[in-house]
């Protein structure tokens, strides 16, 4: 999948594509996958610590995009690879 | 070391190699449990989130499912002070989690942020200026009305959006994830589980559709580990 030459209008604006990428990652890694145990992680008042602080941190994604690139922690490739989401799903031949 | 720290599953007999790092000096090891082998490493503690710990965590699971038929991945954080702590966790969800490694088995998640260019930039939505005070509790509600209105309005297009998309790409994958985005962020995410065989035939599905909707911006990624199809 590419992003397209369409006909359109050209877009006022661009999400960078490498913004998009590294948030999607932190998201699947921090709020996708199985979680075998009961207690992930210690929570304060029911939310937890670590959903506490990734919001705290996509909270400034552009911040934290710039100090992971300063500190070469992104993957070479992590310009190509990206995220998604958990509600609204369907499934087929399972 | 006390404590192991959990990456992802794999069927029996894939074993991480020698040079696989993850957090720690110890390498990634591989434990056999019935129906499983378990990819772990051995921590004295669960390492804290970050950006660069997500990515080292992602690198270990990215491993383990390029090497193996299946790989289901576990979610950042899933530290246990021994292995039968370990082991009785999986047992209590062994029936679903075996099934969920059968499921994902030869497949990969791609994914898909569809963006409307002529929404707010993000930098746009959070630049903007606070409303107004309201001038009486009637315009005060009143906005706030207008509010879930449009928000609703958005999430109603984003799901919409996906309902054709999955329709538009058929058997071409196993499952679609998706999830409206909050404004300045796109319309609305979606995941597919998609078995490696039917990659192309995917990909050239998304690109139809794409053309079809020309007004709207598409960002392709993957494919990744299946962190979405997952118990």
Redesign the interface.
Known sequence: ????K???PP?????D?SD???S???S??????????GD??ISVAGVE??HL??NL?LAS??T?IR??HA?K???PDST??????????????? | VNGLY?Y??TPPGTLPGPDLAGFGTDSISGIPLTGFTLWVERLGA?PV????A??R???V?ERAWTRAPAC???????W?RTLE??ES??DE?RTE?EA?LA?VAGAG?????I?D??EP????TASRPAAPRAASGRAYLEAARDRVHRREGRELRA?SL?ESL?AALG?S????????LAEG??L????HLVARERAEQY?AR??AF??EQ??L??????P?PP??F??
């Open positions: 999948v590419t992003e397209g369409r006909g359109g877009p006022r604006h661009e999400l594509r998009v990428v590294l999607e990652l932190v699947r890694v921090l709020d996708k996958g199985v979680v075998v145990k992930v992680t610590l670590v602080d990734l941190r994604t552009e934290l100090h992971a500190a922690q992104l993957p190509e690879k990206g995220f998604s989401g958990s509600s609204g799903s369907t499934e087929k031949d399972r | 959990l992802c599953f669960c989130a970050s950006v660069e997500t990515l965590h992602h690198a699971v289901l991945p576990v979610r950042f954080g899933q246990f702590q370990l966790s999986v969800r989690l969920a499921w998640e791609h994914g898909l942020r963006v260019p002529e930039t993000p930098r746009e799901r996906a999955e058997d994958i196993r499952a679609q994830r998706a999830d409206p962020q796109g609305v995410t979606v995941a990909a998304v690109t794409e053309k020309y007004r911006r598409f960002i392709g990624t993957g990744w962190y979405s997952t118990p």
